[in-house]
Protein backbone atom coordinates (compact mmCIF):
# COMPACT_ATOMS: atom_id res chain seq x y z
CA UNK A 1 0.00 0.00 0.00
CA UNK A 2 1.13 3.47 -0.80
CA UNK A 3 1.88 6.07 1.49
CA UNK A 4 -0.15 8.64 0.90
CA UNK A 5 1.12 12.32 0.96
CA UNK A 6 -0.15 15.74 0.96
CA UNK A 7 2.28 19.09 0.17
CA UNK A 8 1.20 22.60 2.10
CA UNK A 9 3.78 25.38 1.49
CA UNK A 10 2.91 28.70 0.16
CA UNK A 11 5.86 28.62 -2.48
CA UNK A 12 5.35 26.52 -5.66
CA UNK A 13 8.47 26.09 -6.49
CA UNK A 14 8.88 24.45 -2.84
CA UNK A 15 6.36 22.01 -3.57
CA UNK A 16 7.39 21.25 -6.84
CA UNK A 17 11.11 20.73 -5.07
CA UNK A 18 9.26 18.01 -2.84
CA UNK A 19 7.13 16.41 -5.10
CA UNK A 20 10.94 15.64 -7.39
CA UNK A 21 12.29 14.14 -4.15
CA UNK A 22 9.30 11.58 -3.29
CA UNK A 23 8.50 11.14 -7.03
CA UNK A 24 11.34 9.07 -6.86
CA UNK A 25 9.97 6.14 -4.37
CA UNK A 26 7.30 3.86 -5.94
CA UNK A 27 5.58 3.59 -2.32
CA UNK A 28 5.17 6.96 -2.09
CA UNK A 29 1.88 8.93 -4.19
CA UNK A 30 0.94 12.60 -3.57
CA UNK A 31 -2.53 13.08 -3.04
CA UNK A 32 -3.10 16.90 -2.73
CA UNK A 33 -0.89 20.31 -2.64
CA UNK A 34 -2.02 23.50 -0.71
CA UNK A 35 -0.48 26.81 -0.12
CA UNK A 36 -2.27 28.13 2.69
CA UNK A 37 -2.89 26.69 6.20
CA UNK A 38 -6.19 27.14 5.17
CA UNK A 39 -5.69 24.57 2.56
CA UNK A 40 -4.06 22.11 4.77
CA UNK A 41 -7.15 21.57 6.99
CA UNK A 42 -9.50 21.02 4.01
CA UNK A 43 -6.85 18.65 2.54
CA UNK A 44 -6.55 16.40 5.51
CA UNK A 45 -10.68 16.61 6.41
CA UNK A 46 -11.39 15.65 2.74
CA UNK A 47 -8.56 13.27 1.78
CA UNK A 48 -6.96 11.73 5.14
CA UNK A 49 -3.40 11.62 4.00
CA UNK A 50 -1.03 9.29 5.91
CA UNK A 51 1.77 12.23 5.99
CA UNK A 52 1.56 16.29 5.55
CA UNK A 53 4.65 18.06 4.52
CA UNK A 54 4.02 21.61 6.18
CA UNK A 55 5.46 24.70 5.73
CA UNK A 56 5.04 27.07 9.36
CA UNK A 57 4.93 30.54 7.88
CA UNK A 58 1.96 31.05 5.68
CA UNK A 59 -0.83 33.25 4.62
CA UNK A 60 -3.60 32.51 7.20
CA UNK A 61 -3.02 29.99 9.32
CA UNK A 62 0.20 29.40 10.00
CA UNK A 63 1.76 25.68 10.82
CA UNK A 64 1.75 26.02 14.24
CA UNK A 65 -1.95 26.47 14.55
CA UNK A 66 -2.73 23.73 12.44
CA UNK A 67 -0.22 21.65 14.08
CA UNK A 68 -2.40 22.11 17.05
CA UNK A 69 -5.91 21.74 16.04
CA UNK A 70 -4.74 18.67 14.04
CA UNK A 71 -3.65 17.19 17.54
CA UNK A 72 -6.74 18.47 19.49
CA UNK A 73 -8.92 16.77 16.66
CA UNK A 74 -6.28 13.55 16.94
CA UNK A 75 -6.27 13.73 13.43
CA UNK A 76 -4.40 9.91 11.82
CA UNK A 77 -2.53 12.34 9.69
CA UNK A 78 1.40 12.66 10.26
CA UNK A 79 2.60 15.88 10.19
CA UNK A 80 6.53 16.83 8.66
CA UNK A 81 7.33 20.59 9.61
CA UNK A 82 10.07 21.65 6.92
CA UNK A 83 10.89 25.14 7.29
CA UNK A 84 13.09 27.42 7.45
CA UNK A 85 13.94 28.11 10.79
CA UNK A 86 15.32 25.51 13.06
CA UNK A 87 16.47 27.54 15.67
CA UNK A 88 14.88 29.01 18.74
CA UNK A 89 11.80 27.57 20.22
CA UNK A 90 10.46 26.49 16.66
CA UNK A 91 10.83 22.50 16.92
CA UNK A 92 10.53 21.60 20.62
CA UNK A 93 7.40 23.28 20.27
CA UNK A 94 6.35 22.13 17.47
CA UNK A 95 7.23 18.46 18.16
CA UNK A 96 5.33 18.84 21.42
CA UNK A 97 2.25 20.49 19.91
CA UNK A 98 2.11 17.22 17.71
CA UNK A 99 4.27 17.74 14.24
CA UNK A 100 6.01 13.99 14.39
CA UNK A 101 8.86 15.20 12.12
CA UNK A 102 10.79 18.45 12.10
CA UNK A 103 13.39 19.20 8.78
CA UNK A 104 14.66 22.62 7.71
CA UNK A 105 14.58 23.08 4.23
CA UNK A 106 18.74 23.77 3.98
CA UNK A 107 19.02 20.27 5.51
CA UNK A 108 19.80 17.13 3.14
CA UNK A 109 17.41 16.17 0.78
CA UNK A 110 17.09 12.69 1.49
CA UNK A 111 16.04 13.54 4.61
CA UNK A 112 12.39 14.30 3.47
CA UNK A 113 12.12 10.82 2.06
CA UNK A 114 13.67 9.19 5.49
CA UNK A 115 11.00 11.05 7.46
CA UNK A 116 7.76 10.14 5.29
CA UNK A 117 8.75 6.74 5.68
CA UNK A 118 9.65 6.95 9.31
CA UNK A 119 6.28 7.91 10.03
CA UNK A 120 4.84 5.28 7.41
CA UNK A 121 6.30 2.88 10.26
CA UNK A 122 4.96 4.91 13.23
CA UNK A 123 7.87 6.38 14.24
CA UNK A 124 8.75 10.29 14.60
CA UNK A 125 12.08 11.82 12.97
CA UNK A 126 14.02 14.80 13.30
CA UNK A 127 16.46 16.57 10.96
CA UNK A 128 20.13 16.16 11.79
CA UNK A 129 21.07 19.63 12.11
CA UNK A 130 17.79 20.21 13.96
CA UNK A 131 18.09 17.23 16.45
CA UNK A 132 22.14 19.16 17.29
CA UNK A 133 20.25 22.15 18.10
CA UNK A 134 18.05 20.71 20.46
CA UNK A 135 20.26 18.73 22.00
CA UNK A 136 22.63 22.17 23.03
CA UNK A 137 19.48 24.34 24.10
CA UNK A 138 18.06 21.38 26.16
CA UNK A 139 22.52 20.93 27.60
CA UNK A 140 23.03 24.80 27.90
CA UNK A 141 19.32 25.79 28.79
CA UNK A 142 18.98 28.23 26.42
CA UNK A 143 15.45 29.41 25.63
CA UNK A 144 13.33 31.85 23.97
CA UNK A 145 10.86 33.62 25.60
CA UNK A 146 8.52 32.18 23.76
CA UNK A 147 9.12 29.09 25.57
CA UNK A 148 7.44 30.68 28.35
CA UNK A 149 3.69 30.66 26.57
CA UNK A 150 1.28 27.58 26.62
CA UNK A 151 0.16 26.46 23.46
CA UNK A 152 -3.37 28.61 23.81
CA UNK A 153 -1.36 31.32 24.50
CA UNK A 154 0.71 31.25 21.44
CA UNK A 155 -2.35 30.91 19.14
CA UNK A 156 -3.76 33.86 20.76
CA UNK A 157 -0.39 36.02 20.48
CA UNK A 158 0.01 34.92 16.49
CA UNK A 159 -3.64 36.20 15.85
CA UNK A 160 -2.86 39.49 17.63
CA UNK A 161 0.44 39.39 15.49
CA UNK A 162 -1.35 39.37 12.09
CA UNK A 163 -3.27 42.21 13.16
CA UNK A 164 -6.51 40.22 14.33
CA UNK A 165 -8.68 42.31 16.60
CA UNK A 166 -10.05 40.65 19.55
CA UNK A 167 -13.60 40.33 19.10
CA UNK A 168 -12.86 38.13 15.85
CA UNK A 169 -10.21 35.86 17.48
CA UNK A 170 -13.06 35.32 20.53
CA UNK A 171 -15.23 34.65 17.91
CA UNK A 172 -12.49 32.33 16.14
CA UNK A 173 -11.77 30.28 19.31
CA UNK A 174 -14.61 30.14 20.74
CA UNK A 175 -14.01 32.30 23.90
CA UNK A 176 -15.37 35.53 25.45
CA UNK A 177 -13.58 38.50 24.48
CA UNK A 178 -12.85 39.23 28.38
CA UNK A 179 -11.06 35.62 28.16
CA UNK A 180 -8.88 36.65 24.64
CA UNK A 181 -8.08 40.27 26.97
CA UNK A 182 -6.77 37.98 29.54
CA UNK A 183 -4.94 36.19 27.36
CA UNK A 184 -3.23 39.30 25.83
CA UNK A 185 -2.39 40.32 29.06
CA UNK A 186 -0.63 37.35 30.17
CA UNK A 187 1.30 37.46 26.70
CA UNK A 188 2.63 40.89 27.48
CA UNK A 189 3.38 39.94 30.83
CA UNK A 190 5.39 36.65 30.07
CA UNK A 191 7.19 37.97 26.43
CA UNK A 192 7.69 41.36 28.53
CA UNK A 193 6.24 43.43 25.67
CA UNK A 194 3.82 46.14 25.79
CA UNK A 195 1.81 46.15 23.06
CA UNK A 196 0.87 43.68 19.76
CA UNK A 197 3.67 45.27 17.27
CA UNK A 198 6.08 43.78 19.78
CA UNK A 199 4.47 40.58 19.90
CA UNK A 200 4.83 40.42 15.99
CA UNK A 201 8.12 41.35 15.91
CA UNK A 202 8.92 38.63 18.36
CA UNK A 203 7.47 36.05 16.21
CA UNK A 204 8.79 37.19 12.80
CA UNK A 205 12.42 36.90 14.65
CA UNK A 206 11.81 33.54 15.84
CA UNK A 207 10.50 32.39 12.51
CA UNK A 208 6.80 32.15 13.76
CA UNK A 209 5.16 34.92 11.34
CA UNK A 210 6.54 35.67 8.24
CA UNK A 211 8.93 39.18 7.79
Known sequence: MKIRVALVDDHAILRAGYRFILDKDPDVEI???GESGEDALRIVREMKPDVLVLDVSMPGLSGVEV???LAKQKSSTKV???TM???GPLPRLLLETGASA???KSGDSDELLKAVRALARGERYVGAAVAQQLALANATGDRSPLDRLTA????VAMMFGRGERANKIAERLHLSEKTVHTYKMRIFDKLEVRSEAE???MLVRYGLLPG
Request: hydrophobic share 50%; aromatic share 4%.
Open 85 to 87: HGQ
Open 31 to 33: IAE
Open 80 to 82: IIV
Open 67 to 69: TQR
Open 152 to 155: RELE
Open 102 to 104: FLT
Open 199 to 201: VAL
